[in-house]
């Protein structure tokens, strides 16, 4: 009955009432589970939660669409990475510019690859695919462009704010929608995956 009610709506709208369903376990996960877990225990938590992300950003998106309509083409790569280093060499200026009376962080080899894989391989592509990929392209067809920017831009804050606070919530939609912004002129988000990872 749910599957004959969502074939009736249109692509963009089930597409979008589908992730928000995906979303769902993530009630009694910010409730009750992320403020008990720590270490190793969190970093797992994290992987298992991008994974399960992944797996129904994939289902979703590509019952509907072909995967350069979701951006996963060469479209825009340059752009991305111009604009993305821009961004980064900012940050980076800023970071080395403040002192913020922390200790210099202890790298070994294993912690950098295992950190280099989840950067790049589970948050920048997932939260890449998720929002400027299946959400942009739902939204696009569904509302507009206007929505697309604008509506990717705010579900990238609820990604981040609630987890992580206001502060990170207002960098998250400035961060969101230049990254909406350069997929609308790039037209692809494989050099977002790669700038997001960084």
Do not use: D
Not at 55 to 73: A, D, K, M
């Amino acid at each position: 009955r749910l599957a004959g009610w969502l074939r009736g709506l249109h692509p963009g709208a089930a597409a979008l009432l589908e992730t928000g369903l995906l979303f769902l376990p993530a009630i009694p996960a910010y409730l009750w589970m992320w403020p008990n877990v720590s270490g190793t225990s969190e970093w797992i938590a994290q992987i298992v939660t991008y994974v399960y992300v992944l797996g129904g950003t994939l289902t979703i998106g590509l019952r509907r669409w072909r995967p350069g309509e979701l951006g996963v083409n060469r479209n825009g790569i340059g752009l991305s990475l111009a604009c993305g280093a821009a961004l980064l060499a900012g940050r980076l200026l800023i970071i080395q510019a403040v002192n913020f009376g922390l200790a210099r962080p202890v790298y070994s080899l294993a912690g950098l690859v295992g950190q280099t894989l989840y950067y790049f391989g589970l948050v920048g592509l997932v939260e890449e695919l998720l929002f400027r990929g299946l959400v942009y392209q739902a939204l696009k067809e569904w509302l507009g462009l206007r929505w697309a920017i604008w509506g990717t831009s705010i579900g990238f804050i609820l990604w981040h704010i609630l987890g992580q606070g206001p502060l990170v919530g207002a960098a998250g939609f400035l961060l969101g929608l230049t990254f909406a912004l350069m997929r609308w002129r790039a037209g692809g988000i494989l050099g977002f995956i790669l700038v997001h990872g960084l």
